[in-house]
């Protein structure tokens, strides 16, 4: 544990997991100062609890940067950390916990020195986008956007390999067509444009993984779709399961339950304000495997569902989609970018297929007949 300009530095002995999304939450911090006495250490006054507002990963997996802004010298700083962190092979933490005497904070250069002292990495939030380390690949990541072309990709119900309105824009995929709520409308309505412009991998998936990031424009809407069947319906989420993506604070679906960035859309929400500011990348994760169907957004579980349970049943139920007959329940389906008509980048596209031959067993639903 070293300190640094802006909080700490916890140097790992092993690269920690590749399928691990560390957040604020997987670290709880205090302080406080002694005043000496005959008791040993003297007791703790002005114990407080400590913000970590920010967590960044080294490229090899062994340094974690936390963000910590009300620091102050002449402390104690305890910090615990969470069960759930682990390393590549799976092992738990030897010690959990950690305290440090900050008699002061250093300086951006003397924190820079320090860090990087026998560091096998520069201190980065991750691996450079659209690439993959060897762990990923070991664990059987592979990429879907190589940062350069559109390869895989296409427009969904384009009749060949179309990708108007999409550009590629310093390794990521940007879609182009800025419109009104209006002009979105229009779009739909008139038949000599493309009504939509909604960007298709071209292979289907059934059980997978999904690793991607985002950055949404100010006031603006998007999503990513997952599970949709075919191309025969005009619009893609007629069927299709929906990721959120959105500026909360500037677009009105931000004031609404279960429409929020990361949501299942119209379907389940279990945290709210999980999203950077608008401008900033987010990373989001999608996981499928059977019924069951996960989102994180920000290392932050939002969904956590499993299609045709009780939980389920009643979410469609209150949806947009209760009458749509087969929504969400496609076994295989494409990943898809969606247009809403604002502008969005997507980048760092991955993807691993699981075994649904390992599929848990799952319990039939009470409201369902065997």
Do not use: C
Request: net charge negative; glycine share 8%; proline share 5%.
């Amino acid at each position: 544990m070293v300190a640094t300009a802006s909080g700490f530095d916890l140097h790992f002995s092993r690269p920690l997991a590749s399928d691990l999304e560390l957040a604020a939450r997987h670290f709880r911090m205090s302080d406080w100062y002694y005043v000496p006495s005959e008791i040993y250490g003297g007791p703790k006054y002005d114990l407080r609890s400590l913000e970590v507002a920010h967590v960044d990963l080294s490229a090899n997996r062994r340094i974690v940067s936390l963000s910590v802004p009300d620091l102050a010298a002449g402390r104690v700083v305890y910090l615990h950390m969470d069960d759930a962190i682990r390393s590549q092979s799976g092992e738990a933490l030897w010690v959990n916990e950690a305290w440090y005497t900050l008699n002061a904070i250093p300086s951006a250069t003397q924190a820079a020195t320090s860090s990087t002292k026998g560091a096998a990495a520069p201190r980065v939030s991750g691996p450079p986008p659209n690439t993959l380390g060897p762990e990923e690949r070991a664990a059987g990541w592979r990429l879907l956007f190589d940062g350069e072309s559109f390869e895989g990709w296409k427009l969904y119900r384009a009749e060949d390999d179309s990708t108007e309105f999409w550009e590629i824009e310093d390794g990521a995929l940007k879609f182009t067509r800025d419109v009104s709520l209006v002009g979105l409308v229009w779009n739909h309505l008139n038949p000599f444009i493309r009504s939509s412009a909604d960007l298709m991998t071209k292979e289907r998936f059934g059980d997978f993984e999904l690793s991607i990031e985002w950055r949404i424009s100010p006031g603006g809407n998007s999503g990513i779709l997952y599970l949709v069947p075919d191309e025969q319906r005009s619009l893609a989420w007629d069927l299709g399961l929906e990721m959120q993506v959105l500026d909360d604070a500037g677009h009105y679906d931000g004031e609404i339950d279960r429409h929020r960035a990361g949501d299942l859309y119209d379907l389940q929400s279990l945290v709210r304000n999980a999203a950077r500011p608008v401008g900033e990348w987010n990373r989001a994760r999608i996981r499928r495997r059977g019924d069951h169907l996960e989102h994180w957004l920000n290392g932050e579980k939002i969904v956590d569902i499993v299609r045709g349970s009780p939980e389920w049943d009643r979410a469609i139920a209150n949806s947009k989609f209760a009458d749509v007959e087969g929504f969400g329940l496609a076994e295989r389906g494409h990943i898809i970018l969606q247009d809403h008509g604002d502008v969005v980048w997507y980048r760092d596209i991955k993807i691993r297929e699981l075994d649904e031959a390992a599929r848990p067993a799952l319990s039939p639903s009470p409201d369902r007949a065997p």
